[in-house]
């Protein structure tokens, strides 16, 4: 949805990226390529395109052996982020710190250096965090900065805290004309909650319209940052990015870590290749490690040798041996992404460790259902289900199966956006085209009775499939999801957002004027008014000003029924619906007059009604056609007449007979896909 | 064009071995454009390669205008024994709309003609489902039109065709037609109409009195062999001269100048040929065959399928049994048969009936043997007479 594609600005140069997934050959065919593939290719723009991959390994271990990372003790290294708000200038700030730092040459064509999948650049949008390191002299002194790129959006949130907790403080990047924005609270609360350095950079002062002096007061007061620590910069031109630089060696703190400890290091991200395997992002928090180290993954227990190991520069770097406080990758032989669990700590095979802190695991927020197209092409689906799952261990995947859409699967996603990224990487990367249901959101049920209970295993269950809802009568109580909505949007429009919310079942929840025109407003709603059309909605009624971002909060008691869906009496199961007490009539009524407008007219009439247990809540007719034939059909005529038959006799046979209704599956798919 | 046209039936005839030829018609585009000599030479050409029967029907296709009806005696002369007119409307306006070059005057005064001429063997053509049309004005329409008959009428619904500047029209908004209940009404009306002026319905669109159905139509609708001879000409017949034993479905080339040259190349401008398998064949017969009031005879369906009959392959699915209780389709010791309601929804009994039939030859019947097929088909060529179908276009 909008949500995600507001993200950004830079136009991509999709055909470079193409280029590159070419020349890699399919090695890193399941996208999340971690190193910058484009960037090899810039280098060595006069090699042949086939020789490429032989000779690059060689080329960075040679390169490799010349940085000696025990150069960078712990305070000669500084480990940030950058955070923003969709659009303000994130990836084109990466951009020019890397060009500056030399990793990268400087050139026209830098953008999104770090944003390496398709769908990125065409959002805008990050969706995979990244890492580079870079080397910057300062005062005489060469200092090592990680940058841990994180993706931009609020279903990734799981990502940024990830990536954060590698981390001693953030860059928060705010747009001289849009001022805060919802994602920009959103993330400030993320890197806040960590506790980190937070240095604000009010970026695109550049623009004719930046206003930094009222942005620097919006940061003052959502933030409760004194203004004189913004640094206006442009990204764009370059204009004060050197002092960027700078601010973050004097202010972000070094990690602390003793290269005196035992080797400990925390695995903040992960991704697979076909190869390698398992190529894991590790910050280091003590000691060190080297090439033939034996090391044990604390979660598993499981012990593994180093074959390789360096810095992401921000591709793949060889070195000899990283350091405490050190930020790089290593290769040690794990098969299997989950062998690398995020969150998971590292530790020599003779020195074992405390294990620190690890992640709650990602929590699926949204739910769809996904089914190829046509039944045939299942098999090459699930391939491509199983690759790009395999990097983004985030999607939940289950099996499901449709009467009217056949064998699919029912996928859990961080949020929608989430949903959108995946379904549009399925089409760019593997060509697939596929259904997908309209969302659904996880609800619980507390079971009434010992035996229920029994049979469940749990007192409370979790509901993701409407037809597993359990009778009222075997429930204490049902709950929903809820979220806390951030909205920010000019004055003028606070109004029509109240009622808009209000309608959305929505509690205000506080309220603050963010300068003398902008509105921050905190709602409670529940998830499932938000997962349609809430900020497609919102956008259009606020011209496009207003900004959304939510965060989990939980679940609340809720009147919760269960529709179902009749065609001349006989139920549609893959219709039935879950829904609050107060929208069952008009979500009865909105899927009854869709249906009516997606069966075709037959040869009876047809009843379309929406039921609550025995009750008919909303009924529409599908009248029964009377005339339905060829007026002139000669010689001439039959053999397009024949063929046009045939192709009905055909459509036929995909039908679905509900007792003696013919439902044709796109009558299923307008009804049940996303709008 | 004319030696092309005679070229061309004079191939085609030796390819198909025909004996003889029950019926002709002139139509397609503007047939009446042509000299009526083209006429008399195709017939004399036709005559000369097969029996062309003294009372065989000829009929020519005519739009109803004072050039035509000039030339209506001379055609008669030239052998043509029935007229048929596109007539369409007797609203100006409507004719205007549909880009028809006479006037509803004009094509009255025609067909008035023609009556004279060939009393009896007169058709018309009238349409409904026109922009703009009420059911009112539908039916005072019906009520002016019904004293002018002769004793054939066809019905047809105005379909919009893509590509056509009505189509257009109507997808811009600038045009609106009459929604499908109220065609519906409309076809129902002018049903009910004929039928009390004493017109018997015999055809989805056409309705006869005095029996003065059309021989050369109901070829079709019985699967007889025909033979179609001019630019974009269909025709389906057995090429025994080649050694075939299946029918054939054939298109002649389109474009008229290259379709000359290769009559003048290889005596014919035959564009596709398509062989009918058995199952093919039956399906036209089925489709064909309920188009007519009679429906398919159990006899007529023995013709093509000796080994198994309608109820055994409509028994293979029950929603040919709904259609029955739902009083739309009959099967009885006559035969197979659409009802009066029925018939006003047979492209949506069709699609069912060729589930079943294709079914029961794929599950049922071990596939046809190359001795069931000869067997067939020379049962099929003492039997059915073949009624060429001439066009010309030019």
Known sequence: ?675 | MTECLQKETRTLLQISQVSKITSVFFGGGTPSLAPPSSVAAVLETASQHAQLAWDAEVTLEVNPTPASRDRLRDFVAAGINRFSFGVQSLRDANLRILGRDHSALQALQTVSEARTLCPGRVSIDIMFGLPGQSLESWESELEELLPICDDHVSLYQLTLERGTRLFRQVSLGELSVPGDDVTATMYEAARNSLENAGFLQYEVSNFAKNNAVSVHNMGYWKAQQYIGVGPGAHGRFVPRALGGVQREARTQTLEPDVWMKEVHQRGHGTRRRTQLSHLSLLEEVLVMGLRMTEGISHQHWKLFSPEANVQEVLRVREDVLELQQKGLLILDERGLRCSWDGLALLDSILPVLLLSLETFFHTWRPAPTPTTAARRTEREETEALSPPSERNTA
Not at chain 1, 275 to 280: E, F, L, N, P, S
Request: charged share 25%.
């Open chain 1, 1 to 675: 949805m909008q949500m995600l594609r507001a993200i950004s600005t830079l136009l991509s140069c999709a055909g470079r990226v193409r280029d590159v997934k070419i020349c890699r050959i399919k090695r890193r065919s399941d996208g999340y390529t971690k190193t910058c593939t484009l960037m090899r290719h810039r280098w060595m723009k006069s090699a042949r395109v086939a020789t490429l991959c032989a000779t690059t390994r060689e080329l960075c271990s040679s390169a490799g052996k010349n940085i000696d990372m025990s150069k960078f003790p712990v305070d000669r290294i500084r480990n940030f982020s950058i955070i923003a708000h969709i659009d303000h200038g994130k990836s084109t700030l990466a951009d020019r710190l890397l060009e500056m730092t030399g990793a990268i040459a400087k050139t026209e064509r830098n953008k999104q250096v770090l944003d390496k999948l398709q769908v990125e650049r065409e959002r805008g949008i990050t969706v995979k965090a990244q890492t580079a390191s870079l080397f910057y002299q300062h005062n005489g002194q060469t200092y090592l900065l990680n940058l841990i790129d994180t993706p931009g959006h609020v279903d990734f949130n799981y990502e940024v805290s990830r990536s954060l907790s590698a981390c001693q403080g953030v860059l928060l990047i705010v747009d001289a004309n849009q001022g805060i924005q919802a994602q920009t609270v959103a993330n400030f609360y993320l890197a806040f909650e960590a506790q980190l350095t937070i240095i604000p950079v009010i970026n695109k002062i550049d623009l004719k319209n930046a206003e930094p002096d009222r942005v620097e007061k919006q940061i003052e007061k959502v933030f409760d940052i004194p203004k004189e620590e913004c640094i206006r910069i442009s990204a764009k031109l370059g204009t004060n990015v050197d002092q960027v630089l700078q601010e973050v060696v004097k202010r972000i703190p070094p990690p602390t870590a003793n290269v005196e400890e035992p080797f400990k290091a925390l695995v903040f991200d992960s991704t697979f290749d076909h190869y390698r395997g398992v190529v894991a992002n590790i910050a280091l928090f003590g000691g060190q490690v080297t090439k033939g180290d034996r090391i044990v993954s604390a979660h598993l227990g499981k012990t593994y040798e180093v074959n390789e190991l360096g810095v992401l520069r921000p591709d793949e770097h060889p070195t000899e041996r990283l350091y405490a406080g050190q930020v790089g990758y290593v290769i040690a032989g794990m098969k299997e992404v989950k062998d690398a669990q995020i969150g998971d700590t590292l530790h020599l095979h003779t020195f074992p460790v405390e294990p620190l802190p690890g992640f709650t695991p990602a929590k699926s927020m949204v739910f769809a259902g996904m089914y190829p197209m046509d039944q045939s092409e299942y098999t090459t689906l699930r391939r491509a289900v199983e690759k790009l799952t395999l990097n983004d261990s985030s999607v939940t995947v289950q099996k499901d199966s449709s009467l009217a859409l056949g064998a699919g699967w029912r996928l859990g996603f961080l949020g929608l956006l989430h949903m959108e990224v995946f379904n549009q990487r399925l089409e760019q990367e593997y060509n697939a085209s596929v259904i997908i249901t309209a969302p659904t959101v996880p609800y619980k049920a507390t079971l009434l009775s010992a035996k229920l209970i029994k049979e469940y295993g749990e007192e409370e269950v979790t509901i993701i499939n409407p037809a597993q809802f359990p009778d009222k009568s075997q429930v204490v109580e049902y709950q929903e999801p809820m979220v806390v909505g951030t909205i920010i949007a000019p004055d003028e429009f606070t109004g029509k957002i109240m009622s808009l919310c209000l309608s959305r079942r929505a509690v205000q929840k506080n309220m603050v004027y963010i300068d003398d025109h902008r509105v921050m407003m905190k709602y409670l709603f529940p998830l499932n008014e938000i997962v349609v059309d809430f900020y497609d909605e919102l956008k259009s009624m606020s011209s496009g000003y207003a900004s959304f971002d939510y965060e989990d909060a939980g679940y609340q008691p809720a009147e919760l029924i269960k529709i179902d869906f009749l065609l001349n009496g006989k139920p549609v199961e893959e219709l039935t619906t879950i829904v609050h007490k107060d929208r069952a009539y008009t979500t009865g009524k909105a899927m009854c007059e869709k249906l009516k407008d997606s069966i075709p007219r037959q040869m009876f009439e047809i009843a379309v009604q929406a039921a609550i247990g025995s009750k008919i809540i909303a009924r529409e007719t599908i009248k029964a056609y009377r005339k339905n034939v060829l007026a002139k059909c000669y010689g001439g005529d039959v053999t397009r007449k024949m063929k046009l038959l045939k192709k009905q006799a055909e459509g036929k046979k995909k039908m679905r007979r509900i007792g003696n209704v013919e439902v044709p599956k796109d009558a299923f798919m307008n009804v049940l896909k996303r709008k």
